[in-house]
């Protein structure tokens, strides 16, 4: 089932670390097959508050999105993000094509 490793990145200090970060991230993906749905980009707010920045990738399954954060390849350039910006950051399955609202009703039984 598909993986989403969320960010929600509200302060970002913006120079040559984050930079370098942003020039390197895509080669640490493409061995787990992960891609960028959300990459910041202007939100269109309907309810509440949200401030900062949304990035979104999509892996096949959990444990390549696992696997793409504990690689060495991504540690080596974590440090350049986690130093320079502020947020969370998080992985979380998606659901099946077929999934319903009320799915989630049986789930909890």
């Not at 309907?46 to 892996?59: K, M, N, P, W």
Request: charge should be negative.
């Amino acid at each position: 089932m598909t993986c989403y490793a969320i960010g929600h990145l509200r302060t970002v200090q913006m120079g040559p670390e984050i930079i370098a970060y942003l020039d390197a991230i895509d080669a640490t993906l493409a061995p787990f097959d992960g891609r960028f749905l959300i990459h910041g980009g202007q939100n269109h707010l309907l309810e509440g508050s949200f401030t900062g920045d949304l990035i979104v990738i999509a892996f096949p399954d959990l444990a390549r999105a696992r696997g793409w954060y504990g690689s060495p390849g991504y540690q080596k350039i974590l440090p350049l993000r986690s130093q320079n910006a502020e947020g969370d950051v998080f992985l979380i399955e998606g659901v099946a094509a077929e999934h319903r609202a009320p799915d989630i009703l049986r789930q909890e039984a």
